[in-house]
């Protein structure tokens, strides 16, 4: 099993340019989230999903779309990137949704700069 | 406002000796903490987790100590071995529900 993966390692964007990051298990996990780390501040959830075709809004959601049409895919989309967006973003996975998000799996992450 | 707080940056500890991680937690409806271990370019790993009907949880080297009337919980490292170094972050959520929330993180340096 690959895991969790995340495409692509680092990414450089210019303001205003859109893209989506890709993040993809094979673990056959219902659960699957976006995250990004800034320092200082941990992970904070952008968004989630509890199974195909089902997603639903973290803590910081703005800016950001999800889909979520196979178990195995969930890519995130930044609209029109903004120098705040500059972060760090980790997808994860876990196989237990709506009994506690539990242990959840992480893929190695995507290094994001938008000048 | 910080639902969860890891008020320590960094910790250093020499190889051998207890590493205890702290973390304290505001939303009275959060029942259910993981431990998470981070290495440089990689993704967090689980290490370990507690719920609130617990007060302790073991797990080989690692224990994580609940204290629900404070709302506290502490990780315990023995012995702290080099390769323990790693940034830790505290996560919290209610036990039914789909979102965790993290701390700040604890940078943990072992020296040997």
């Known amino acids: 099993n690959a895991g969790v993966t995340q495409t692509p390692k680092f990414q450089v964007l210019k303001t205003g340019q859109s893209m989506t990051l890709q993040c993809a298990q094979d673990?056959?996990?219902?659960?699957m989230s976006w995250y990004r780390q800034d320092p200082g501040m941990g992970l904070r959830l952008i968004h989630y999903?509890?199974?195909?075709?089902?997603?639903d809004q973290g803590e910081v959601p703005n800016g950001y779309n999800v889909s979520r049409s196979t178990t195995e895919d969930f890519p995130l989309r930044l609209l029109s990137a903004a120098p705040s967006q500059t972060s760090v973003y980790f997808c994860?996975?876990?196989?237990?949704?709506?009994?506690?998000?539990?242990?959840?799996?992480f893929g190695p992450g995507t290094r994001l700069t938008v000048t | 406002d910080q639902q969860v707080k890891q008020n320590s940056p960094s910790l250093s500890v020499q190889e051998g000796r207890i590493s205890i991680l702290n973390c304290d937690y505001t939303?009275?409806?959060?029942?259910?903490f993981l431990w998470y271990k981070k290495y440089p370019a990689e993704g967090p790993t689980f290490l370990i987790s507690?719920?609130?009907?617990?007060d302790k949880n073991e797990d080989g080297r690692f224990t994580v100590f609940l204290n629900k009337s404070a709302k506290h919980l502490s990780l315990h490292i023995v012995p702290s071995q080099p390769g323990d170094s790693a940034v830790y972050f505290c996560?919290?959520?209610?036990?039914?529900?789909?979102?965790?929330?993290f701390g700040a993180g604890t940078i943990l340096r072992v020296k040997s």
């Open positions: 996560a919290a959520s209610s036990l039914y529900g789909n979102k965790l929330v």
């Open positions: 994860a996975s876990s196989p237990n949704p709506g009994t506690g998000v539990g242990e959840q799996y």
């Open positions: 507690i719920s609130s009907i617990k």
């Open positions: 939303n009275s409806m959060f029942d259910y």
């Open positions: 999903s509890v199974g195909a075709g089902i997603t």
């Open positions: 673990m056959n996990h219902e659960y």
